[in-house]
Each structure stands twice: as C-alpha cells, then as structure tokens.
C-alpha cells in the first residue's frame, strides 16, 4: 500500500506562485508513475499533469501548460507540482495520484490505484 500526503498549498494572489508536495509512504514511489489533479467547486475532477516511470516523460493539461511543472524526487519519495503566473482560475483541491501498473497514466483517472487526500490551492484576484 502507498500513502499520499499533499502539502504546500494555501492562499496566494494572481501571478504568484506555490510549489505542492506530495510525499508517500509505505511503498518507494520511484516504480510508480505520478499524476496531478485538480477539483473546483461545483466541477468535475480534471487531469493537471503526470509524470511517467521509468523516464519521467511528462504531460500538462491545456490549461496549465507553461505555467505548471511536475517533478519527483524519488531519494525523497516525493512528487512535486511547481506551480507558476496562477490564476484564479486555479482555485481547487489539489490531489495526487500514483499508478503503478501504468506507466503512463495521463488523464484516466480509473489508470491510478492510489489518492491522497488534496490539498487547497486559492488565488486572489
């Protein structure tokens, strides 16, 4: 089994930036593929970025390309969302995810076996 706990969120003003955590434990990530999404009020979760094993290929949503960067750090077991130039927009609970049976998981939601419990990310306008 694999915990994910996302951390780094909070409250910033348009144009700035945050870095989210997510930090794991029971299993080493460093086999898994990573991905991080997002959930607004009122919508539907939706896909922000993932990162593949082996390789570490990345992918962004629209949205956020250019503005996001996902990262791992596999000596610390933890996967990182840089996030840059935010947005209101941006506002939502942040989670992460693993997949450890795909290796590149994208957007399909049903490809990752483990969540973490998120994280709020606010941004002022």
């Known amino acids: 089994q694999v915990q994910l706990v996302e951390s780094g969120g909070g409250l910033v003003q348009a144009g700035g930036s945050l870095r989210l955590s997510c930090a794991a434990s029971g299993r080493s990530l460093s086999t898994y593929a990573m991905g991080w999404f997002r959930q607004a009020p009122g919508k539907e979760r939706e896909f922000v970025a993932d990162?593949?094993?082996?390789?570490?290929?990345?992918s962004y949503a629209d949205s956020v390309k250019g503005r996001f960067t996902i990262s791992r750090d596999n000596a610390k077991n933890t996967v990182y969302l840089q996030m840059n130039s935010l947005k209101p927009e941006d506002t939502a609970a942040y989670y992460c995810a693993a997949s450890r049976d795909v290796s590149t998981p994208g957007p399909d939601e049903g490809r990752y076996g483990y969540w973490g419990q998120g994280t709020q990310v606010t941004v002022s306008s």
């Open positions: 990162i593949s094993w082996p390789g570490g290929t990345t």
